[in-house]
């Protein structure tokens, strides 16, 4: 049984580009929420997709975006990078009717130059 | 406000339990987490305890809730070396889905 899987492991951007992040939810799981990590820092909640819509949003300006697909994968794209967006980014999938359940990946190593 | 602390670092010795403490300011948390990351990997979901139990336990593994305090402790009963990692302690609210994290706590299992 496959657990949450993300590509790619690691990636190098240059400032002001955009990067596409994707994430494949645990086998049977429909709920998808993605997380930055800074350096030394816990996770920190960026979106969450359910039937294909962003159901909820943390504190994350609009260069954020997402989407989910009907077979429930997920990407995470970041326009206009900036510095600050060097992090560790981290998927989390949920099985149905049990949101608060979340399984995590092994995360994307961001790193904007 | 939504707020979770952990102290910084423990160190215990091989064969001893481990006590790692976090603290909430929210008391319409639901649910409270604890998650396991070793170096270069993502979280590892260790166990969750819904906020109307006082104890969870599972195995080597023992969750304490002290809602009036709002504080949450892990014991990691014959701490391994392998359980050398950063325990971060979270919690989710009502009507909502995001986990919000502390900081983590770096344990440190000696020989």
């Known amino acids: 049984d496959a657990g949450v899987t993300q590509s790619p492991t690691h990636l190098i951007k240059t400032r002001g580009q955009q990067v596409t992040l994707r994430c494949s939810p645990k086998?049977?799981?429909?709920?998808v929420s993605w997380y930055q990590q800074a350096l030394g820092q816990g996770p920190q909640f960026i979106f969450q997709?359910?039937?294909?819509?962003?159901?909820q949003r943390g504190n994350f300006p609009d260069r954020f975006s997402g989407h989910q697909f009907p077979n429930y994968s997920s990407e995470l794209n970041v326009n206009a990078l900036l510095l600050g967006d060097s992090a560790l980014y981290l998927c989390?999938?949920?099985?149905?009717?049990?949101?608060?359940?979340?399984?995590f990946g092994p995360g994307t190593r961001l790193t904007v130059t | 406000g939504e707020d979770v602390e952990q102290s910084l670092f423990l160190s215990v010795r091989e064969g001893d339990s481990s006590v790692i403490n976090c603290t909430y300011t929210?008391?319409?948390?639901?649910?409270l987490y604890w998650y396991k990351q070793e170096p270069g990997a993502g979280l590892q979901l260790l166990t969750y305890?819904?906020?109307?139990?006082d104890m969870k336990q599972d195995q080597r593994l023992t969750v304490l809730l002290n809602k009036k305090d709002k504080h949450l402790s892990l014991r990691i009963a014959d701490t391994q070396t392998g359980d050398s990692a950063i325990y971060f302690c979270?919690?989710?609210?009502?009507?909502?889905?995001?986990?919000?994290f502390g900081s983590g706590t770096r344990l440190l299992v000696r020989p």
């Open positions: 989390a999938s949920s099985p149905p009717d049990d949101s608060y359940e979340q399984y």
């Open positions: 086998s049977g799981h429909d709920t």
């Open positions: 997709y359910y039937e294909e819509e962003e159901r």
């Open positions: 929210d008391s319409s948390s639901t649910y």
């Open positions: 305890i819904f906020s109307n139990m």
């Open positions: 979270a919690e989710s609210m009502d009507s909502s889905y995001k986990l919000i």
